[in-house]
């Protein structure tokens, strides 16, 4: 990534926090275009992500198996917090530097990886709850060469689906984002 990974994580982070802070209580059992997510479970995916990528940051192993709950009293304000302290955790150079030994792959896509998922969740919670959402333009542009990287072993692992085919593509563009990690961008479509 050519920008710093937490300048990138920290213009898209307060997009994402303002959609999850967007979604109402009874919002939570609304379907999303993560086919195997209803709201609440893409909102748990999310928690686990940011809460997780901090770990990675420090290059300590993570849990993935594990599914809690993080939907309890205060969870929009828990999810703004520890977002603040995943772009912390980001913040040291040193976390870029090696191969994250949960992960073994280099620390700057372990990065990017907590942006993409920050950048593209933002956009299906918001479109899956009627939020607008403008995610932010350097961290799109920085996203479609880790989407470029990562698509085939995302693809074969079921992480992303198949590319879908859209207009000529520009840097920020996040319609091409979207639908090369499988994504219709004009979800949810009408019969």
Not at 6 to 26: F, H, I, Q, W
Not at 132 to 144: F, I, N, R, S
Request: proline share 10%.
């Amino acid at each position: 990534m050519s920008t710093q990974t937490s300048e990138l994580l920290a213009a898209a982070a307060p997009r994402t926090v303002d959609v999850v802070r967007g979604v109402s209580d009874d919002q939570l059992d609304l379907p999303t275009p993560c086919s195997d997510y209803l709201v609440r479970d893409l909102l748990n995916h999310l928690f686990q992500v940011v809460v997780n990528f901090q770990d990675l940051a420090e290059k300590r192993q993570v849990e993935w198996a594990e599914k809690p709950d993080h939907l309890g009293d205060g969870w929009r304000d828990r999810f703004e917090a520890e977002t603040g302290r995943l772009v912390a955790a980001w913040s040291d150079p040193s976390t870029l530097k090696g191969v994250s030994p949960g992960m073994g792959m280099p620390q700057p896509v372990i990065g990017g990886m907590a942006l993409l998922d920050l950048t593209v969740h933002g956009w299906d919670l918001a479109v899956a709850t009627g939020q607008p959402y403008h995610p932010a333009p350097e961290a799109v542009a920085e996203l479609h060469g880790l989407v470029e990287q990562l698509g085939p072993t995302a693809r074969k692992m079921g992480v992303f689906a198949d590319p879908l085919p859209t207009p000529t593509p520009t840097p920020n563009d996040l319609t091409h984002l979207l639908t090369q990690t499988g994504r219709t961008p004009t979800w949810p479509q009408t019969p």
